[in-house]
């Protein structure tokens, strides 16, 4: 399997300033200033100690991830007076899985690895993992537990391309409904 991760993040890079910002657009139109962040490397004995704590494999592409940056976040909105309003993604360190690890209702759907938007999460299922099925990404919105039918890259590679909308809700923004549900 190719691994595009790399790819990804430093295309995102070339777009972002000396502030490691820039502007986007989203829905109808708007024009918003986001930043983005990235933490540095884990090492190899980290990943590995993480993996024997938690008697699981992580996924090559999420692993890649975690070499070049141990958590981020990307596409977080800053307001005029630049403020950060604490949106976007944050992928978590290896320390922080840890910390949500310990909040059962997180843990018991597999490992959070991200939090995003109002309340959800990226979670690795792990029943998938240890099976190899290569679609072990879900998302909990808020109490509701879907498979995104994604890994990590093809997901970070599309939450960046989507400017950090939901991409894997807009199937059911049809012209019907759209203007209802907005």
Same mark, same amino acid.
């Given at each position: 399997?190719?691994?595009?991760?790399?790819?990804?993040?430093?295309?995102?890079?070339?777009?972002?300033?000396?502030?490691?910002?820039?502007?986007?657009?989203?829905?109808?139109?708007?024009?918003?200033?986001?930043?983005?962040?990235?933490?540095?490397?884990?090492?190899?004995a980290e990943i590995e100690k993480f993996e024997n704590e938690n008697s699981i494999?992580?996924?090559?592409?999420?692993?890649?991830?975690?070499?070049?940056?141990?958590g981020a976040r990307i596409y977080e909105s800053i307001e005029e007076d630049g403020?950060?309003l604490g949106d976007g993604l944050e992928i978590f360190s290896l320390d922080e899985?840890?910390?949500?690890?310990?909040?059962?209702?997180?843990?018991?759907?597999?490992?959070?690895?991200?939090?995003?938007?109002?309340?959800?999460?990226? !979670? $690795?299922?792990?029943?998938? /993992?240890? #099976?190899?099925?290569? =679609?072990?990404?879900? !998302? $909990?919105?808020?109490?509701? /537990?879907? #498979?995104?039918?994604? =890994?990590?890259?093809?997901? $970070?590679?599309?939450?960046?391309?989507?400017?950090?909308?939901?991409?894997?809700?807009?199937?059911?923004?049809?012209?019907?409904?759209?203007?209802?549900?907005?």
């Amino acid at each position: 399997m190719s691994h595009f991760i790399q790819n990804t993040l430093t295309g995102l890079k070339k777009l972002l300033n000396s502030n490691d910002q820039m502007k986007i657009i989203s829905y109808e139109g708007e024009v918003r200033e986001i930043t983005c962040s990235f933490n540095s490397e884990a090492v190899t004995a980290e990943i590995e100690k993480f993996e024997n704590e938690n008697s699981i494999k992580l996924p090559e592409d999420y692993k890649e991830f975690l070499t070049l940056h141990n958590g981020a976040r990307i596409y977080e909105s800053i307001e005029e007076d630049g403020e950060k309003l604490g949106d976007g993604l944050e992928i978590f360190s290896l320390d922080e899985i840890k910390q949500y690890q310990e909040i059962e209702y997180l843990s018991e759907h597999g490992i959070p690895i991200a939090h995003l938007l109002n309340d959800c999460y990226l !979670i $690795l299922d792990t029943e998938k /993992l240890k #099976s190899g099925d290569p =679609n072990y990404l879900n !998302i $909990l919105e808020f109490t509701e /537990l879907s #498979s995104l039918n994604l =890994n990590f890259e093809i997901f $970070l590679d599309r939450y960046i391309i989507s400017q950090g909308e939901a991409f894997w809700s807009w199937p059911i923004y049809t012209a019907e409904n759209y203007y209802r549900t907005r």
